[in-house]
Structure formats: C-alpha cells, structure tokens
C-alpha cells in the first residue's frame, strides 16, 4: 500500500495577468517535483482574499 506525502505552499492571490502567470509557473514547478495539487483554498478576509493555500500531495515511495 502506497503512503501519501503532503505539504501546504501559501500563494499570493491572483490579481492581473501576470500574477496568474505567476501561480501557473508555481504550481507547474511543484509538479516537476512529483506533487499533485491536491487543494486549493483562498483565505478570505473581509470579502478580500488575503492568501491562498495549495495543498500538494505524492507519493512517499
């Protein structure tokens, strides 16, 4: 049986084209790693979206 590995990276919310950019050539970079993204959640404050958080995961082989 397979055991799984986690690990959260916080990223900066998207704002214009080139943060999008920027969280495409991160999330991208962790794959060459080996990770899946496994989740993504936006800390929100007051209607604003402060950070987000990726949860990557693979497998610890």
């Not at 950019?21 to 080996?34: A, I, Q, S």
Request: net charge negative; no cysteine.
């Amino acid at each position: 049986m397979n055991n799984l590995e986690y690990k959260t990276v916080k990223l900066n919310p998207v704002e214009s084209k080139k943060s999008f950019r920027d969280l495409e050539f991160e999330l991208n970079d962790h794959t060459k790693g080996g990770w899946r993204l496994h989740s993504f959640i936006p800390q929100i404050n007051e209607g604003n979206t402060d950070v987000n958080i990726a949860i990557f995961e693979r497998d610890d082989s």
